[in-house]
């Protein structure tokens, strides 16, 4: 991959890349399920999702020996790169939360002696730290985002943590001549690091799995069963068709809507009903919003071309019932197969994670994980209404507009 700047989820795939998609995420549930058969190493990579924040990327300038720090932003036109303090107030002084954390990049981040340019993300500076007693359990915690992170007092780390001026976790690293041809690696080795008391420096990697991780015959079966039913319900050309809506500008295609529509379940936490049900709710989402968006205009012409495609996503609708219900089911199931790892690897997490509400902190799961092929393919693997619900509606540590 070129920039590693957005993940898609696993089950989204059938609506961004149509009979591909769905290919594709047949592949990766397949050797999900090889690596959870088998203990030991394997040819899929599986990294944790820090809820870090901001995004960080660091290291050498390509070309030069001089250090810099950026956020997304560096591979935008007129891309912000940031050499020293005055860079950062002159790119990110409108957002002076994200500033102070940059400095704080430059200041200590050349300490490890970052070879090439690295991708991670932030988990703390001094300021983000607390000892804190966490369901009876003394600890150092930090929220860089929406997840506080805890790590316990017996852990090797927390005297290390407590000493460091930052914290950050790196996963993706980069190759190229320069910022607009450098390409992506996923993964990244942070044993070539130099040791520095200032900077706690975390792998993403998972490491390899041991027994109790792997499916039990039970589960082995039901995952048999989901993938068998699964590839009865491609229906290509309807998906090549979601996939093309997905692809342009039009918020108002059936497509484009769908997969809102689908975010509309997680932002409310909670799970969907039959595809019957489904789909009777989506047809009547898609006639509400085409038509707000049609009275929203005041000319005849603009509302007339509104309802033009109202009239063509809803006779869509209609026309294609049947494959709408086994997309709606194929989503389901991915969905449904994706979280049987998930909560296999949660097992294995080291540090608590918790959510924090106004009478303490509720325990919750990790953000999720990236499983990684050979071939440099990549696809968010998260409990989506466990943890992308709470990232739509929990209080944050970062403020808004403070990561570009």
């Not at 991959?1 to 549930?29: P, R, V, Y």
């Not at 809506?245 to 997680?266: A, E, M, P, W």
């Not at 919003?289 to 929203?296: G, I, L, R």
């Not at 007339?304 to 219900?325: N, P, R, S």
Request: charged share 30%; proline share 2%.
């Amino acid at each position: 991959m070129s920039k590693n700047t957005h993940l898609e989820h696993l089950e989204d795939s059938i609506l961004l890349d149509g009979g591909k998609g769905a290919k594709d995420a047949f592949m990766f549930l397949d050797e999900l399920a090889r690596v959870f058969s088998t203990a030991g190493n394997n040819n899929m990579k599986i990294t944790t999702k820090w809820d870090g924040a901001p995004a960080v990327f660091c290291g050498l300038y390509p070309g030069t020996s001089r250090f810099f720090v950026g956020t997304k932003s560096i591979f935008n036109v007129g891309a912000k790169i940031n050499f020293n303090d005055a860079d950062v107030d002159k790119n990110h002084g409108h957002a002076p939360g994200l500033a102070s954390k940059l400095k704080d990049c430059l200041k200590y981040l050349p300490s490890i002696g970052i070879k090439g340019v690295a991708q991670g993300d932030l988990l703390f500076t001094q300021e983000d730290k607390q000892k804190k007693k966490i369901h009876g359990q003394d600890c150092l915690i930090f929220q860089p985002n929406t997840i506080t992170y805890c790590i316990p007092k017996e852990d090797e780390l927390y005297e290390k943590a407590l000493r460091a001026k930052l914290g950050v976790v790196f996963h993706t690293q980069y190759v190229g001549d320069s910022i607009q041809n450098m390409r992506a690696k996923f993964g990244y080795d942070v044993s070539q690091l130099t040791t520095s008391n200032d900077v706690l420096v975390l792998s993403a990697e998972t490491g390899e799995l041991g027994k109790d991780f792997l499916l039990d015959k039970s589960e082995k079966k039901e995952l048999i069963t989901i993938r068998n039913s699964s590839s009865k319900l491609v229906a290509n050309k309807f998906l090549d068709l979601m996939a093309e809506h997905n692809s342009g500008k039009d918020q108002l295609v059936v497509g484009t809507r769908l997969k809102i529509f689908f975010n509309k379940y997680i932002r409310e936490g909670t799970k969907m009903g039959t595809s019957k049900q489904v789909l009777s709710e989506f047809k009547e989402y898609f006639r509400s919003e085409v038509q707000k968006a049609a009275d929203k205009l005041k000319t005849p012409k603009g509302k007339a071309a509104k309802l033009t495609k109202l009239y063509d996503g809803l006779d869509l609708i209609d026309k294609c019932q049947k494959e709408l219900i086994n997309t709606i089911d194929l989503y389901k199931n991915l969905q449904m197969a994706k979280d049987m790892f998930v909560h296999k690897l949660e097992k294995g997490e080291r540090f608590g994670t918790f959510l924090r509400t106004d009478t303490g902190y509720d325990i919750t799961a990790p953000e999720g994980y990236v499983a990684i092929t050979e071939g440099e393919k990549a696809v968010k693997l998260v409990d989506r209404l466990s943890f992308s619900t709470a990232n739509f509606n929990v209080s944050k540590n970062w403020v808004d507009g403070d990561t570009k």
